[in-house]
């Protein structure tokens, strides 16, 4: 007769493994980060260092999750998606001053997604509107949905849906060679993060339970890899 299988201790070894690729992520960011008076992209644009931070904080939080070294799961997801609205908030920053559109008003602009990102936050962190609580599935922890929980949904995907608009928009009416590689890359780098927010919220939104955990790392390795990396072979940036 074979021995009963502990299937928590299963689930302990696999989320050990999980946990590689953010750490690699985490190390690949931080390198960066303390390189930044070397790196002129982000000595000069605040809001890619922002990006970074923000997907920074995301890595350290599924660490933390797959590790089991923070208990309250609860807390943990709460902050993981006020982080995912900050890293939305910059990706449609970022993307409005790289393409300079001419009807927009930068200021009014940041000020209008900075009051949205506090309501955001404020309705995650202290009411059950958006996150209503935690639940364990196979690999790591899932939300159980508020009753507007549509609005992290429809704010994460006009983000990351129209940032890449924007930047389309500006390739095609750029006049300037330099600009227009500039941005081409700048498009390409985000196409992991867009794939993966496009399929996590559709298959969560059909009932599957999963997270942008696994997927984030990769995708934010790939963009620090394709964005931050291209300046040291080119001078787009």
Do not use: H
Request: aromatic share 12%.
């Amino acid at each position: 007769m074979n021995p009963p299988v502990d299937n928590e201790l299963i689930t302990e070894s696999f989320n050990t493994w999980l946990v590689i690729p953010s750490l690699i992520t985490i190390l690949t960011i931080f390198i960066v980060i303390m390189n930044k008076r070397k790196r002129k992209v982000l000595s000069e644009n605040s809001l890619i260092s922002g990006l970074l931070l923000s997907l920074f904080l995301m890595n350290i939080l599924e660490v933390l999750t797959f590790g089991n070294i923070y208990q309250d799961y609860e807390i943990l997801l709460r902050v993981y998606y006020c982080s995912t609205f900050i890293t939305s908030s910059y990706v449609i920053c970022l993307s409005e001053r790289l393409s300079n559109p001419i009807y927009f008003q930068r200021k009014v602009f940041y000020i209008l997604i900075l009051l949205i990102d506090i309501a955001l936050i404020s309705s995650t962190l202290i009411t059950n509107q958006i996150v209503a609580g935690a639940e364990r599935i196979s690999y790591t922890i899932s939300r159980v949905k508020g009753d507007n929980y549509w609005v992290f949904q429809a704010y994460t995907l006009i983000c990351f849906i129209g940032g890449p608009i924007l930047i389309g928009k500006s390739i095609i009416n750029a006049t300037n060679p330099l600009e227009k590689k500039r941005n081409i890359v700048i498009l390409f780098s985000f196409i992991p993060l867009i794939l993966t927010v496009l399929l996590v919220i559709s298959l969560m939104q059909v009932g599957i339970k999963m997270n942008f955990s696994i997927f984030l790392p990769i995708s934010t390795l790939i963009f620090v890899i394709v964005y931050l990396f291209t300046e040291n072979r080119s001078d787009l940036f």
